[in-house]
């Protein structure tokens, strides 16, 4: 039912706050399609609205105006709640600053999105969790604290745990901000590893070098789309050096909840 | 199944947290256990006070009279188709020798057939049963005062000043016998045969009777007594005493359940207040995590998820405690409620908590803390997932735009680090206020215990200042006043005596007489008629006048007279049958009145004639040279035996100082209590305050890194911590002192009620606020010493690193 139709589409989007100047328009008139596998990098200077508009991709936050689409959900008309459940299963996020879950092994924190959306039954969470850590190059690392990871490792941790429910859709933003160019690097190969096996991932960064790398380049400035370069169907170009093994589960990469899929 | 991933996380933040957990989990466990021992002793003492007194079968009423009795009265007493059961007894004032040379007042109670008791049943404990010939059990509770033990001989005088020599038998149980502490009289009981070989007649001059219906009905009791009370006057002897206990209810059963009442108000606040110290902990700690509840909501975490996980750590924070306070309350209720039986003379045969207490704590350790931390989860995870990975990293609590922080911001003329400490205090208000409250609320429970203290102990001056003689002695008849002054006035250290006329009555229109808060129990009036010039009493007036010589018909009461008399009061007239005789008087003052007992005054040559004793006086009160326990009882002991020298039956005598020490005891008992609860809650503001001030130096871990990084030594970041919590301990004695004027009050009045039958004046204690202020001072140092030593570990290094 949705062939003919993107995977992500937003429609006459624009997101205001309310501030002690007035309102501020932080996008405008956001239109924007992205097609199931897309690997699309949004870029731009300080402050062009970035990072808002892949929270209103990845559901963490509402347009003021607008509709926002994903697979068969009106993204727009979720509740919070609603959000946080279809988040659990449909989108993978990860973060500037990693955000692991101090207390829990980078193992534990794999397990946890799991655990909260209960997707899989509860015995196979653990070798499920192995088998992710294992494809992040992370086997090893399974029973340690993330204090007790390097950045990189625990960025991995973090992609690990993004795919814990098998989301058909990654974000990150800034995923590489804080790594040094060559963890970067492996890290970004998993994301292109990702889209080769059918994800769809969307990352905000402010490496250009990384960015180029993307099928699609999304540039904005002052809330607005500037520039839109690439588009579906580009093969990744320049994918870094292979750091991680395929992902298994890539099969059911594009499986929405509801059935729904790319086209 | 291992544990799922997220409550791994809860349960690895209770332990990492050790402190914090310990802190809270041992406020929670002060609380439950402080409500787990007043419920628990509470629901002993009914249920053993219960068994205990169904298994003597406790008289419906006991009537003495002034001139004894045969069996055929008690017989066609019996025969009334009203009673069920009638008892005659005899009972005989002697003097016991606990030392030579010393006595002691003891009641000793000759029963027709030990084997064949129906009424107020007296139990043995150890043994002779029954007591032997020359032989004597005494109530178990008095064993400290008569000083022997079981099998001594002990040496006694009885009424007709004759000495015998008894065999201390054994010891017996009495339900109704209170421990001698609590009236002075030891209680002894004897045959018929001892009672002969004493000297006394084998008749009675007490009737314990039991009515046929509706045995807990008290008017009904009343109904049948009264037709009782016409039989025995018809009979020719005058009531002297009438007593009707509250059916079914122990005598001090008002009292017992005034001070659980209170005890339970204080455990119940004691647990309110560790349930602040779980709002202020819960809401620090999702302030702390709030990025990670938003990487949780980003992850597909549902709000009562998160809420959920918070329950649960707090949940467990109740589990843990009830681990502390359960096994310790059982403890703690084995204890109180033995100090307790010890105190009302009761047996407890079964001190097991019943579940019903167990499952009361168990309640209130899982629901007091997850009522209190309600707000704070809710309001914590509310926070959208925007806003939560926004904020992240940003430090909580604003100063500067209240307006009480414009006003700490104009504090001029102190250090900075003072002055840091005295913003740093207001920039949580939330929790300020709750950590106010709590250590506000033990301060002022403090200081009102000093008042109550002091309010009672000022009372008890005021009532015994009443009594202005030092030995008093009461005769078993009347003598000549002229006899009773000369043989006193005889004994050297006496300065003066004076013979009053003494005995008892009761309101016409009631069969009681004056009711008593103290006492379940209906009591006769009791009539004293000094000469109105008389200096040796100097009653506390409250209303109208005291009695001048020329009064005849005139009378002075105490409130308890007025207590079931409604709008009764100064000129009032009021109707007293006395010794057979009805007569009417005019209430011309009111007084406080001594104890739980309505006295009336009158005065006396009017008195005497009326009652054909003119000239003659059963009450001897006597004024000493000296007022030394030690020489006022060497005295004592002279005026016995100048006494029995001059063949005066001598019943009772009471040294003043003695009088003061059993009413003193009651008092200090009751506060020992009053200070043991308030310790907990000093605890448990103590403890708040620790949690407080942890909380602060945990969320400033940044600030401390900096202010390290600026420089800042060991000393001056102790100093900044450690002002902030005496600043907040100092804030709260001053609040306490405001709060304790109308908890003191309060306290006072129901106390007042409960154990004097009147409310008492308030006195304040500067005693108790200044002690206050010195522990709040100590508690609040204390409280803030460890966690500001947390701080000065603060390493800059870790603060880079600090999550
Ligand atoms: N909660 C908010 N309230 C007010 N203004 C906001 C809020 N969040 C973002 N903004 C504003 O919206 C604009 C876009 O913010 P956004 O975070 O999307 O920028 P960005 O492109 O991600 O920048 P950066 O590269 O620095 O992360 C900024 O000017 C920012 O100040
Ligand atoms: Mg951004």
Request: with cysteine; aromatic share 6%.
């Given at each position: 039912?949705?062939?003919?139709?993107?995977?992500?589409?937003?429609?006459?989007?624009?997101?205001?706050?309310?501030?002690?100047?007035?309102?501020?328009?932080?996008?405008?008139?956001?239109?924007?399609?992205?097609?199931?596998?897309?690997?699309?990098?949004?870029?731009?200077?300080?402050?062009?609205?970035?990072?808002?508009?892949?929270?209103?991709?990845?559901?963490?936050?509402?347009?003021?105006?607008?509709?926002?689409?994903?697979?068969?959900?009106?993204?727009?008309?979720?509740?919070?709640?609603?959000?946080?459940?279809?988040?659990?299963?449909?989108?993978g996020v990860v973060f500037?600053?990693f955000?692991l879950?101090?207390?829990?092994?980078?193992?534990?924190n794999v397990?946890?999105?799991?655990?909260?959306?209960?997707?899989?039954?509860?015995?196979?969470?653990?070798?499920?969790?192995?088998?992710l850590l294992?494809d992040v190059a992370l086997?090893?690392?399974?029973?340690?604290?993330?204090?007790?990871?390097?950045?990189g490792e625990q960025q991995r941790v973090a992609i690990a745990r993004a795919l814990a429910?098998?989301?058909?859709?990654i974000?990150a933003?800034?995923p590489?901000?804080?790594?040094?160019?060559?963890?970067?690097?492996a890290v970004f190969a998993l994301f292109?590893d990702l889209?080769?096996?059918?994800k769809?991932i969307?990352?905000?960064?402010?490496?250009?070098?990384?960015?180029?790398?993307?099928?699609?380049?999304?540039?904005?400035?002052?809330?607005?789309?500037?520039?839109?370069?690439?588009?579906?169907?580009?093969?990744?170009?320049?994918?870094?050096?292979?750091a991680a093994?395929?992902v298994?589960?890539?099969?059911?990469?594009?499986?929405?909840?509801?059935?729904?899929?790319?086209? | 199944?291992?544990?799922?991933?997220?409550?791994?996380?809860?349960?690895?933040?209770?332990?990492?947290?050790?402190?914090?957990?310990?802190?809270?989990?041992?406020?929670?466990?002060?609380?439950?256990?402080?409500?787990?021992?007043?419920?628990?002793?509470?629901?002993?003492?009914?249920?053993?006070?219960?068994?205990?007194?169904?298994?003597?079968?406790?008289?419906?009423?006991?009537?003495?009279?002034?001139?004894?009795?045969?069996?055929?009265?008690?017989?066609?007493?019996?025969?009334?188709?009203?009673?069920?059961?009638?008892?005659?007894?005899?009972?005989?004032?002697?003097?016991?020798?606990?030392?030579?040379?010393?006595?002691?007042?003891?009641?000793?109670?000759?029963?027709?057939?030990?084997?064949?008791?129906?009424?107020?049943?007296?139990?043995?404990?150890?043994?002779?049963?029954?007591?032997?010939?020359?032989?004597?059990?005494?109530?178990?509770?008095?064993?400290?005062?008569?000083?022997?033990?079981?099998?001594?001989?002990?040496?006694?005088?009885?009424?007709?000043?004759?000495?015998?020599?008894?065999?201390?038998?054994?010891?017996?149980?009495?339900?109704?016998?209170?421990?001698?502490?609590?009236?002075?009289?030891?209680?002894?009981?004897?045959?018929?045969?001892?009672?002969?070989?004493?000297?006394?007649?084998?008749?009675?001059?007490?009737?314990?009777?039991?009515?046929?219906?509706?045995?807990?009905?008290?008017?009904?009791?009343?109904?049948?007594?009264?037709?009782?009370?016409?039989?025995?006057?018809?009979?020719?002897?005058?009531?002297?005493?009438?007593?009707?206990?509250?059916?079914?209810?122990?005598?001090?059963?008002?009292?017992?359940?005034?001070?659980?009442?209170?005890?339970?108000?204080?455990?119940?606040?004691?647990?309110?207040?560790?349930?602040?110290?779980?709002?202020?902990?819960?809401?620090?700690?999702?302030?702390?995590?709030?990025?990670?509840?938003?990487?949780?909501?980003?992850?597909?975490?549902?709000?009562?998820?998160?809420?959920?996980?918070?329950?649960?750590?707090?949940?467990?924070?109740?589990?843990?405690?009830?681990?502390?306070?359960?096994?310790?309350?059982?403890?703690?209720?084995?204890?109180?409620?033995?100090?307790?039986?010890?105190?009302?003379?009761?047996?407890?045969?079964?001190?097991?908590?019943?579940?019903?207490?167990?499952?009361?704590?168990?309640?209130?350790?899982?629901?007091?803390?997850?009522?209190?931390?309600?707000?704070?989860?809710?309001?914590?995870?509310?926070?959208?997932?925007?806003?939560?990975?926004?904020?992240?990293?940003?430090?909580?609590?604003?100063?500067?735009?209240?307006?009480?922080?414009?006003?700490?911001?104009?504090?001029?003329?102190?250090?900075?680090?003072?002055?840091?400490?005295?913003?740093?205090?207001?920039?949580?208000?939330?929790?300020?206020?709750?950590?106010?409250?709590?250590?506000?609320?033990?301060?002022?429970?403090?200081?009102?215990?000093?008042?109550?203290?002091?309010?009672?102990?000022?009372?008890?001056?005021?009532?015994?200042?009443?009594?202005?003689?030092?030995?008093?002695?009461?005769?078993?008849?009347?003598?000549?006043?002229?006899?009773?002054?000369?043989?006193?006035?005889?004994?050297?250290?006496?300065?003066?005596?004076?013979?009053?006329?003494?005995?008892?009555?009761?309101?016409?229109?009631?069969?009681?007489?004056?009711?008593?808060?103290?006492?379940?129990?209906?009591?006769?009036?009791?009539?004293?008629?000094?000469?109105?010039?008389?200096?040796?009493?100097?009653?506390?007036?409250?209303?109208?006048?005291?009695?001048?010589?020329?009064?005849?018909?005139?009378?002075?009461?105490?409130?308890?007279?007025?207590?079931?008399?409604?709008?009764?009061?100064?000129?009032?007239?009021?109707?007293?049958?006395?010794?057979?005789?009805?007569?009417?008087?005019?209430?011309?003052?009111?007084?406080?009145?001594?104890?739980?007992?309505?006295?009336?005054?009158?005065?006396?040559?009017?008195?005497?004639?009326?009652?054909?004793?003119?000239?003659?006086?059963?009450?001897?009160?006597?004024?000493?040279?000296?007022?030394?326990?030690?020489?006022?009882?060497?005295?004592?002991?002279?005026?016995?035996?100048?006494?029995?020298?001059?063949?005066?039956?001598?019943?009772?005598?009471?040294?003043?100082?003695?009088?003061?020490?059993?009413?003193?005891?009651?008092?200090?008992?009751?506060?020992?209590?009053?200070?043991?609860?308030?310790?907990?809650?000093?605890?448990?503001?103590?403890?708040?305050?620790?949690?407080?001030?942890?909380?602060?130096?945990?969320?400033?871990?940044?600030?401390?890194?900096?202010?390290?990084?600026?420089?800042?030594?060991?000393?001056?970041?102790?100093?900044?911590?450690?002002?902030?919590?005496?600043?907040?301990?100092?804030?709260?004695?001053?609040?306490?002192?405001?709060?304790?004027?109308?908890?003191?009050?309060?306290?006072?009045?129901?106390?007042?009620?409960?154990?004097?039958?009147?409310?008492?004046?308030?006195?304040?204690?500067?005693?108790?606020?200044?002690?206050?202020?010195?522990?709040?001072?100590?508690?609040?140092?204390?409280?803030?010493?460890?966690?500001?030593?947390?701080?000065?570990?603060?390493?800059?290094?870790?603060?880079?690193?600090?999550?």
């Open positions: 039912m949705l062939y003919g139709m993107a995977f992500i589409r937003i429609q006459d989007v624009g997101k205001s706050f309310e501030t002690a100047a007035g309102k501020f328009f932080a996008l405008r008139d956001v239109c924007l399609s992205i097609e199931g596998g897309e690997f699309v990098a949004i870029v731009g200077k300080s402050g062009s609205g970035k990072s808002t508009l892949l929270n209103l991709v990845a559901g963490i936050d509402r347009p003021t105006q607008g509709t926002v689409d994903v697979g068969t959900t009106a993204v727009h008309r979720l509740t919070e709640n609603q959000l946080a459940a279809w988040r659990g299963k449909n989108v500037q600053f955000q879950m101090p207390t829990l092994t980078a193992i534990e397990m946890l999105p799991m655990d909260f959306r209960g997707v899989w039954p509860p015995r196979e969470r653990l070798d499920r969790a192995r088998r294992a086997g090893d690392q399974a029973a340690k604290l993330p204090a007790e990871l390097s950045g429910n098998d989301p058909p859709l974000v933003d800034e590489t901000g804080n790594l040094d160019s060559r963890t970067a690097d292109t889209v080769r096996h059918g769809t969307v990352f905000v960064t402010h490496d250009r070098d990384l960015a180029s790398r993307a099928s699609r380049l999304i540039t904005l400035s002052d809330g607005r789309i500037v520039d839109d370069t690439g588009g579906a169907g580009r093969v990744p170009v320049g994918a870094g050096p292979p093994v395929p298994p589960s890539a099969a059911a990469a594009a499986r929405v909840d509801d059935g729904g899929g790319p086209p | 199944m291992p544990l799922p991933p997220r409550w791994r996380k809860v349960w690895r933040d209770l332990w990492l947290h050790r402190s914090r957990t310990v802190l809270v989990v041992v406020s929670i466990a002060v609380g439950v256990f402080a409500v787990g021992v007043v419920a628990g002793t509470r629901q002993i003492l009914a249920r053993e006070l219960e068994a205990s007194f169904a298994s003597i079968n406790p008289a419906s009423a006991t009537l003495q009279t002034l001139a004894p009795f045969g069996s055929d009265l008690v017989r066609s007493v019996a025969a009334m188709p009203a009673v069920a059961e009638a008892e005659g007894r005899r009972t005989v004032y002697v003097r016991l020798e606990t030392a030579p040379g010393v006595w002691t007042n003891v009641q000793l109670i000759a029963i027709p057939d030990f084997r064949a008791i129906t009424l107020d049943r007296v139990l043995p404990v150890t043994g002779a049963w029954p007591p032997p010939e020359r032989g004597v059990l005494i109530e178990r509770s008095a064993i400290g005062l008569v000083q022997h033990a079981v099998g001594d001989d002990v040496v006694i005088k009885t009424p007709s000043g004759r000495r015998k020599t008894m065999r201390l038998a054994g010891l017996a149980f009495d339900a109704y016998a209170l421990p001698y502490t609590l009236d002075g009289v030891a209680f002894g009981y004897i045959t018929y045969d001892t009672l002969a070989w004493l000297g006394e007649p084998r008749d009675y001059n007490e009737l314990h009777l039991t009515v046929a219906e509706n045995r807990h009905d008290r008017d009904h009791i009343t109904d049948v007594v009264e037709q009782v009370r016409d039989k025995v006057e018809r009979d020719g002897r005058a009531i002297f005493f009438m007593t009707i206990p509250e059916p079914g209810k122990h005598p001090l059963d008002s009292t017992i359940q005034g001070m659980l009442l209170l005890l339970g108000v204080m455990g119940a606040l004691a647990l309110g207040l560790s349930g602040f110290l779980v709002t202020n902990t819960v809401a620090a700690l999702l302030a702390q995590e709030t990025w990670q509840i938003g990487v949780m909501k980003a992850i597909g975490a549902q709000r009562q998820q998160i809420a959920g996980m918070y329950a649960g750590m707090v949940a467990a924070y109740g589990a843990l405690a009830l681990v502390v306070a359960v096994p310790t309350g059982i403890l703690g209720t084995r204890a109180f409620t033995q100090l307790m039986a010890g105190y009302l003379n009761l047996t407890v045969s079964d001190a097991r908590v019943p579940p019903a207490v167990l499952a009361l704590q168990v309640g209130i350790a899982l629901v007091v803390p997850l009522v209190a931390a309600a707000v704070p989860i809710v309001a914590g995870t509310r926070i959208s997932v925007r806003e939560a990975i926004a904020a992240y990293g940003l430090g909580t609590g604003r100063f500067g735009t209240h307006r009480l922080d414009r006003w700490v911001e104009r504090v001029r003329g102190l250090s900075r680090p003072t002055l840091l400490s005295l913003r740093n205090t207001f920039r949580r208000k939330a929790r300020l206020t709750l950590t106010l409250a709590t250590l506000t609320m033990a301060g002022a429970m403090f200081i009102a215990t000093f008042s109550v203290n002091a309010s009672l102990t000022r009372t008890l001056d005021g009532m015994l200042e009443l009594w202005q003689w030092d030995i008093a002695a009461q005769f078993s008849q009347s003598y000549r006043v002229e006899r009773l002054r000369n043989a006193a006035l005889s004994v050297p250290g006496v300065v003066a005596a004076e013979g009053w006329s003494y005995t008892t009555a009761r309101h016409t229109s009631a069969t009681g007489g004056g009711g008593s808060s103290l006492l379940s129990f209906s009591v006769p009036l009791i009539v004293f008629a000094p000469p109105a010039e008389s200096r040796l009493i100097k009653p506390p007036l409250i209303r109208g006048r005291w009695l001048v010589p020329q009064d005849e018909q005139a009378i002075v009461v105490t409130t308890g007279v007025l207590d079931d008399q409604a709008g009764l009061d100064v000129g009032g007239r009021l109707a007293l049958r006395i010794g057979g005789r009805d007569t009417t008087w005019t209430v011309v003052g009111v007084t406080q009145g001594i104890g739980p007992m309505p006295f009336v005054y009158a005065n006396y040559p009017y008195f005497s004639a009326l009652v054909r004793e003119a000239g003659r006086a059963q009450w001897l009160a006597v004024v000493t040279d000296r007022h030394d326990p030690e020489a006022l009882g060497g005295i004592a002991e002279q005026l016995e035996a100048e006494l029995e020298q001059a063949g005066l039956r001598v019943g009772l005598i009471a040294e003043i100082h003695q009088e003061r020490a059993e009413v003193a005891a009651i008092f200090e008992g009751i506060l020992a209590l009053l200070l043991v609860m308030v310790g907990l809650l000093a605890v448990v503001g103590g403890l708040g305050l620790a949690g407080t001030m942890s909380l602060n130096v945990i969320e400033r871990t940044r600030e401390i890194g900096v202010m390290r990084a600026i420089g800042a030594s060991d000393l001056a970041l102790l100093r900044i911590f450690v002002t902030e919590g005496m600043l907040i301990g100092f804030l709260s004695w001053a609040l306490a002192l405001v709060v304790s004027v109308p908890l003191s009050i309060a306290i006072t009045r129901a106390l007042g009620g409960a154990l004097l039958g009147s409310a008492l004046k308030t006195v304040f204690s500067p005693v108790g606020a200044a002690a206050w202020l010195g522990i709040v001072l100590v508690v609040a140092a204390l409280a803030s010493v460890l966690p500001a030593r947390s701080a000065t570990r603060v390493s800059v290094r870790s603060v880079l690193a600090y999550e």
